[in-house]
């Protein structure tokens, strides 16, 4: 069996070993079933068990009310660039901030629609290397659209807008990382490959009163209203997928011990990295504002491609893997989601310190 590696990718990404395990086990028959989790019907008393124990962890430990609602959309959070305006812009425009890549895509899906969408804020005058902080939100617009963490970029809003309309969040690389206020988010969704499981659904968590905003003429599987009213269950749900999220929901309530205790851990990771970047003497060069910098992705360039290239496939023989940057930008990226422990980051800092005492 090939040994495992330390995950550093931007997702698909690490899932936590315990979860990994306890699939394993379950795997053949799930809880005295006699049928894998990958058998079993969506219909059934134990996928019904898997999906209401997901939700109610999921309310828990994001502190949702009553007057929120979990849903499981297919898609991936590029289809809900186009489902949040479809859904939620009531016959106004909806207002968006650009951060970069995933923003810029989210826009260009609201222009598509014919929505006019006002952009308040980019960064775009400086490629994305920060998050925009003075702008103007209009009383009239239908939400203010961000995305919480550039993946690409390595930045992260550290607070969020004040807005006199509901907040929409892209929050696909950092949901779960830290504790928020959810009462002035309208709409938050994410993609699960990175800090919730694997690949095939979006979580997303509407406040209860945006619903009214669904026009009846969507296509049905393209409003929210559908997932709503059937607890995500109209169709055949990606079984396997939220099976997945409902553990790693577990570990982080149970074995991590909530959001607080989860991003005092992400805290000291990218304390450590970045320190070990700014203290290179200029081997290793942040790509983001310093008041900007995220903590679930951190990214740097080298002095050259070539150097870069050595970097990525060195760290990979030591057992370091997916730390090359996004192919649209080039450089290096260290993810450092949830799974990812503080002792695996220390021994990324430990190869990047050698890595620069031999080729400096």
């Not at 892209?170 to 959810?182: H, K, Q, T």
């Not at 990175?194 to 969507?218: E, H, W």
Request: charged share 20%; with cysteine; hydrophobic share 40%.
């Amino acid at each position: 069996m090939t040994e495992r590696i330390v995950n550093f990718g931007p997702g698909p990404a690490a899932i936590p070993l315990p979860v990994l395990e306890k699939v394993k086990d379950e795997l053949l028959s799930y809880r005295g079933s006699g049928m894998s989790v990958l058998e079993i019907s969506h219909r059934s008393k134990w996928f019904d068990e898997i999906i209401q124990t997901a939700v109610a962890r999921l309310k828990r430990l994001m502190g949702l009310g009553d007057d929120f609602q979990v849903l499981f959309i297919q898609g991936g959070a590029s289809m809900q660039f186009a489902m949040v305006p479809l859904n939620l812009c009531g016959g106004k425009r909806p207002a968006y901030i650009n951060t970069g890549t995933w923003s810029t895509k989210a826009i260009a899906e609201a222009e598509i629609q014919g929505t006019r969408p006002l952009v308040v804020a980019s960064s775009e005058d400086r490629n994305f290397a920060y998050i925009p902080r003075d702008y103007q939100v209009p009383a009239e617009a239908a939400y203010l659209h961000l995305t919480s963490n550039n993946t690409i970029k390595g930045t992260q809003f550290k607070t969020f807008p004040q807005a006199p309309v509901p907040l929409v969040a892209d929050m696909s690389s950092d949901i779960l990382s830290r504790p928020f206020d959810p009462a002035p988010f309208g709409f938050i969704y994410a993609g699960a490959q990175k800090n919730l499981g694997p690949a095939g659904v979006v979580v997303a968590v509407i406040r209860k009163d945006m619903l009214s905003r669904t026009p009846d003429n969507l296509p049905t599987m393209l409003r929210y209203t559908t997932y709503a009213a059937k607890n995500s269950l109209y169709n055949t749900p990606p079984c396997f997928t939220i099976y997945i999220i409902g553990l790693v929901l577990e570990w982080l309530e149970e074995e991590m011990g909530g959001l607080e205790k989860v991003e005092a851990q992400n805290q000291a990771k990218a304390k450590l990295l970045y320190q070990a970047l700014d203290d290179s003497g200029g081997f290793y060069r942040p790509t983001a504002d310093k008041d900007s910098r995220s903590l679930m992705n951190v990214t740097f360039r080298l002095a050259d491609e070539d150097l870069e290239a050595g970097f990525v496939a060195q760290a990979l023989e030591n057992g370091l893997g997916g730390l090359k940057g996004h192919k649209s930008v080039g450089g290096c990226r260290a993810s450092i989601y949830n799974a990812l422990s503080l002792e695996e980051v220390k021994a990324l800092v430990e190869f990047m310190t050698e890595f620069a005492r031999r080729k400096g």
